[in-house]
């Protein structure tokens, strides 16, 4: 009975109802809502091992880290930007922004004066042919070191010009004939995938000569050397500025008029003298740069020094 009589006084008392929400406070509500903490350990799993994470994080991750590190803080002073697809054209990372009449060569009749005293000193047009084109280009070491270099190119020679455009005097210069050349290769300047030095994503040129003949490392690993079977070269860098408008001087700071221009008077130079000489190779594919470590050219390309420029109150 008196199981009864309180299930009675239960029902009696008990009343339905409806609950409304309103949503303004339901908005309020929810911003109020803080996350949840996160799950406490069970007791009885075994604790994590704090020596691994310790090792792991303060002192291998560090470690992994110190080439790029390195790299970075050499090459370049703003963080390292995204490596391009190559669907995007390798040119677009490129930035000139500084005044342009810090290059000597930008100056007015500066170029002009260097073209006509080194075609009348380091040309035969009896024996080279006539000028055919003229060009300000950026030449690249087998040391990865960038140097400003004029190249003219006639149709049976190519010329090479080491010219003072501070001093306005001639430095000197080297002569390839164009049936000596093997191999042009035209593509993306990289590095072996070992090296510590960033790639540049630019485009570049390598003409190759003697390819029959044996490698000898001791050219190679000598700086100074200049009898290396090959060349390359690059665009200068005042291509890429946005006060270089005039087409007549981009011209002469542009790679691919030039791979163009050495392209056309490889193909039509006469190989007759030689029954035999196989013809020359043009073909596009990534030029490697043998450079592993280079901080030496790293900071010679970083500061511009292979190019005659205005640096505060010196020339050089």
Not at 54 to 71: A, E
Not at 101 to 122: D, H, I, M, P, W
Not at 150 to 164: E, F, S
Not at 197 to 210: S, T
């Amino acid at each position: 009975m008196i199981e009864d009589s309180l299930e009675e006084e239960l029902l009696h008392e008990f009343k339905g109802g409806t609950l409304t929400i309103n949503p303004e406070n339901k908005l309020n509500n929810d911003k109020q809502i803080k996350p949840e903490s996160p799950d406490k350990p069970d007791k009885d799993s075994p604790p994590p091992n704090k020596s691994d994470n310790y090792w792991s994080s303060n002192f291998i991750s560090p470690l992994t880290s110190i080439p790029n590190k390195i790299t970075a803080s050499i090459w370049c002073k703003n963080p390292k930007a995204p490596t391009p697809t190559k669907e995007n054209t390798i040119q677009q990372a490129i930035s000139i922004t500084e005044n342009p009449n810090n290059y000597f060569t930008f100056r007015e009749s500066v170029l002009a004066r260097a073209l006509g005293e080194c075609k009348e000193q380091f040309l035969d047009e009896e024996a080279d042919g006539p000028l055919v084109e003229a060009f300000l280009l950026t030449q690249i070491s087998h040391w990865n070191s960038d140097k400003e270099r004029l190249v003219l190119l006639t149709p049976k020679t190519l010329v090479v010009c080491k010219y003072d455009f501070i001093a306005l005097k001639r430095l000197g210069y080297k002569k390839l004939p164009l049936e000596l050349i093997d191999e042009v290769i035209y593509g993306e300047l990289t590095y072996p995938s070992a090296s510590l030095i960033p790639n540049r994503h630019m485009k570049g040129v390598r003409l190759l000569w003697n390819k029959n003949k044996p490698e000898n490392l001791g050219v190679y690993w000598n700086p100074f050397n200049e009898d290396v079977p090959f060349c390359t070269f690059t665009f200068h860098p005042l291509f890429f500025h946005k006060d270089c408008v005039d087409e007549k001087l981009k011209n002469l700071y542009s790679l691919d008029s030039f791979i163009e221009k050495i392209s056309k008077a490889i193909a039509d130079l006469p190989r007759n003298n030689e029954p035999n000489q196989e013809p020359c190779i043009i073909q596009e594919r990534d030029i490697i740069l043998n450079s592993y470590v280079g901080i030496g050219s790293v900071i010679h390309n970083r500061n511009s020094l292979g190019f005659f420029k205005v640096r505060g109150k010196f020339s050089f």
